[in-house]
């Protein structure tokens, strides 16, 4: 919603409709926050120091997952598959 609203993204519907429809479409799997995520933080070595960030790359490298961005910062993390 925020990229909508920056418009950094345009979508060809609402921003709600558009959530439900990629919902159905490809849903979730979803990553608990565990401690093995959180210690796994201190080990990401990002070139910024934003811990949203290092919770997406530690969550992707704790449950083996594929992190799809298009943050270069975030793509300098080793050991995590991106798309």
């Known amino acids: 919603m925020v990229l ?17 429809h990629a919902l159905t ?9 565990t401690t093995e995520v959180v210690l796994a933080m201190s080990k990401i070595h990002l070139p910024h120091r934003d811990p949203a960030d290092a919770f997406l790359a530690a969550t992707a ?3 083996q997952l594929t ?8 793509r300098t993390a080793k050991g995590i598959p991106f798309l």
């Open 4 to 20: 909508v609203e920056k418009g950094r993204l345009k979508l060809n519907m609402d921003v709600e409709e558009w959530i439900a």
């Open 25 to 33: 479409e490809f849903p979730p799997r979803e990553a608990p926050l």
């Open 61 to 63: 490298k704790v449950f």
């Open 67 to 74: 992190l799809v961005t298009v943050d270069t910062q975030l």
